[in-house]
């Protein structure tokens, strides 16, 4: 009798837990600072404008993590 009890009893806890599980209320918070984080990067991104590439850009070389560095660096 007691395993039985023991079973159901599992049951009614994982089917409350699950129902506390949702992230319905936050999603309003989420969307507007997707929508913040958005609007920076567009910013940020047309701040400096058109810039001309480089010859190895254009003769297809890879990029290795010391020379993204340097660019940055400059």
């Known amino acids: 009798m007691t395993k039985g009890i023991n079973c159901c009893a599992a049951i009614i806890v994982l089917v409350l837990a699950a129902t506390s ?3 319905g209320p936050c999603t309003h918070s989420i969307a507007r600072v997707q929508a913040q ?13 058109w810039k001309p590439e480089c010859p190895d850009a254009l003769r297809g070389y890879q990029p290795t993590p ?9």
């Open 21 to 23: 599980a949702r992230a």
């Open 66 to 74: 010391q020379s993204l560095a340097a660019t940055e660096g400059s």
């Open 37 to 49: 984080i958005d609007g920076a990067i567009e910013k940020q991104a047309g701040a400096d404008g």
